[in-house]
């Protein structure tokens, strides 16, 4: 498959290591965020969402934080693995009723043995 | 599990002939969206299908581009007289009954090139 894209930001980490992607968002009437996940050849895959009324929100191994104040969302993945390297987008939506989702541009993720 | 299943995988085609790429949803899911991804950018929505509903065109970028869905299962999406900015991957998601509209379940594209 292809690469989704050359020129994206890029985080290195090494293995085991705690990883932080940071997404910023500009619009103050968004309501739901969420990550996807998109691994080289493959179409994004569900990680994690959090609604405007919480700020933090766990899940197996990551944890999204939303600073509505701000308007930054930020997913951190602990013990970060080989198989973690991928691009992680953010999206947002300020309606769940809406249909489409907003993406960011993406960051890929680079997990160092 | 069988997921949503695009093809082609990967298409070239020539600057101004039409391509279809077709797109089957994961069997019982009523929703279906296509998204285009171009080179470093994230995702950008095109069409939305829901049920019998009329689909959401709203994100289609030009008159060039349209979408069918048949039977409320596959659907085609079309690109007539095909322009190198058009090279992109095209994912296609789909998404069960009852669950948000956000939590989508997305093929593995089609590469497009348009030469």
């Known amino acids: 498959g292809e690469s989704v894209g050359l020129h994206l930001p890029t985080l290195s980490v090494q293995e085991g290591d705690n990883s932080i992607i940071n997404c910023a968002y500009s619009?103050?009437?968004?309501?739901?965020f969420i990550w996807y996940k998109q691994e080289s050849g493959k179409g994004p895959q569900f990680i994690i969402d959090?609604?405007?009324?919480?700020d933090k929100r766990q899940g197996q191994r990551v944890t999204v934080l939303l600073n509505k104040t701000v308007k930054h969302l930020s997913l951190q993945i602990a013990a970060t693995q080989p198989g973690d390297s991928a691009v992680y987008f953010c999206?947002?939506?300020?309606?769940?009723?809406?249909?489409?989702?907003?993406f960011g541009s993406g960051t890929r993720l680079q997990v160092q043995p | 599990g069988a997921g949503v299943s695009q093809s082609p995988s990967n298409k070239v085609t020539e600057k101004g002939k039409d391509v279809e790429l077709r797109c089957d949803p994961i069997?019982?899911?009523?929703?279906l969206y296509w998204y285009r991804q171009s080179l470093g950018q994230g995702l950008e929505f095109l069409i939305y299908?829901?049920?019998?509903?009329?689909?959401?065109k709203s994100g289609l970028p030009s008159d060039r581009f349209s979408a069918e869905r048949t039977g409320g299962s596959v659907s085609t999406l079309t690109i007539q007289r095909t322009q190198q900015e058009d090279s992109a991957v095209y994912l296609c998601?789909?998404?069960?009954?009852?669950?948000?509209?956000?939590?989508?379940?997305f093929g593995s594209g089609t590469q497009l090139s348009v030469l």
């Open positions: 998601a789909s998404r069960p009954p009852g669950q948000p509209n956000e939590k989508l379940f």
């Open positions: 619009n103050s009437a968004s309501d739901y």
């Open positions: 959090i609604r405007s009324n919480m």
């Open positions: 999206a947002e939506t300020p309606d769940t009723g809406r249909r489409a989702l907003t």
């Open positions: 069997s019982g899911h009523t929703a």
């Open positions: 299908f829901q049920g019998n509903s009329a689909p959401d």
